[in-house]
């Protein structure tokens, strides 16, 4: 009974944040465009976390954003199962023994979390820039507490910008500057909270990340990750 309470406020707050979110306006005059404008929005607070969005998730992943208005468009708010992105995402959580379907045919059964740094679009192209201001207002009003209502006990941040959205919010032992992804790979997690929450930085197994770390690199970082869950 008493896990059934705990799970129905779970459910309560998590709605409650995901109306925050289609209410949010903060970064509209800093090019950005909050995704509730669409009738194909989702009730989840983010759209990748359509994908996995377990609120008694052990693992959770952060990337950058979902995309631009332009891309929500022309693909009516869905993700494509062909996206590099999505497809690298799935061979990388095989190495955690994990099954995560596509993004079009999920598994949910996963103890498994997926959001975004930012959680609105970009307005216009994918490759336009997201100021900082951004990060640091999703990070305070929805990032910071997706993680308190989930609780998961580890976090993998999927390139730069979302490293350094954790380590603000939670500056752990007083860090002052973001430090490389390459000094940071396979070494001991970083650890966040006195409660134990462990941080993983990998870099992004899109294109650009890609560009820095191949795929069987990032598979071999996984596998590191594995080995210390």
């Given at each position: 009974m008493?896990l059934?309470?705990?799970s129905?406020?779970k459910e309560?707050?998590?709605?409650?944040?995901?109306?925050?979110?289609?209410?949010?306006?903060?970064?509209?005059?800093?090019g950005?465009?909050?995704?509730?404008i669409?009738a194909?929005?989702?009730?989840?607070i983010?759209?990748?976390?359509?994908?996995?969005?377990?609120?008694?998730?052990?693992i959770?992943?952060?990337?950058?954003?979902?995309?631009?208005?332009?891309y929500?468009?022309?693909n009516?708010?869905?993700?494509?199962?062909?996206?590099?992105?999505?497809?690298?995402?799935?061979?990388?959580?095989?190495?955690l023994?994990?099954?995560?379907?596509?993004?079009?045919?999920?598994?949910?059964d996963?103890?498994?979390?997926?959001?975004?740094s930012?959680?609105?679009?970009?307005?216009?192209?994918?490759?336009?820039?997201?100021?900082?201001?951004?990060?640091?207002?999703?990070?305070?009003?929805?990032l910071?507490?997706?993680?308190?209502?989930?609780?998961?006990?580890?976090?993998?941040?999927?390139?730069?910008?979302?490293?350094?959205?954790?380590?603000e919010?939670?500056?752990p032992?007083?860090?002052?500057?973001?430090?490389?992804?390459?000094?940071?790979?396979?070494?001991?997690?970083?650890?966040?909270?006195s409660?134990?929450?462990?941080?993983f930085?990998?870099?992004?197994?899109?294109?650009?990340?890609?560009?820095?770390?191949n795929?069987?690199?990032?598979?071999?970082?996984?596998e590191?990750?594995?080995?210390?869950?």
């Open positions: 008493i059934k309470i705990e129905l406020n309560f707050e998590y709605k409650r944040l995901v109306s925050r979110r289609k209410q949010c306006d903060l970064c509209r005059d800093l950005m465009t909050n995704q509730s669409y194909s929005d989702t009730d989840s983010g759209k990748w976390s359509d994908w996995q969005g377990n609120l008694d998730a052990k959770l992943v952060i990337g950058q954003d979902w995309g631009s208005t332009k929500w468009e022309d009516d708010g869905k993700d494509t199962t062909q996206n590099p992105t999505n497809l690298h995402l799935k061979e990388l959580f095989s190495a023994g994990f099954n995560i379907g596509d993004v079009s045919n999920p598994k949910h996963e103890p498994l979390f997926f959001t975004n930012v959680l609105c679009l970009k307005t216009g192209n994918m490759s336009s820039r997201i100021p900082k201001k951004c990060f640091q207002n999703c990070g305070s009003r929805f910071k507490p997706l993680i308190d209502l989930v609780k998961p006990q580890i976090l993998i941040t999927l390139g730069t910008a979302p490293f350094k959205s954790i380590l919010l939670f500056n032992e007083g860090w002052k500057k973001v430090p490389p992804l390459r000094d940071v790979l396979r070494k001991s997690p970083i650890l966040l909270t409660e134990g929450l462990k941080l930085p990998v870099y992004h197994c899109g294109g650009l990340g890609l560009a820095n770390r795929l069987e690199e990032q598979k071999h970082d996984w590191y990750i594995s080995e210390r869950i």
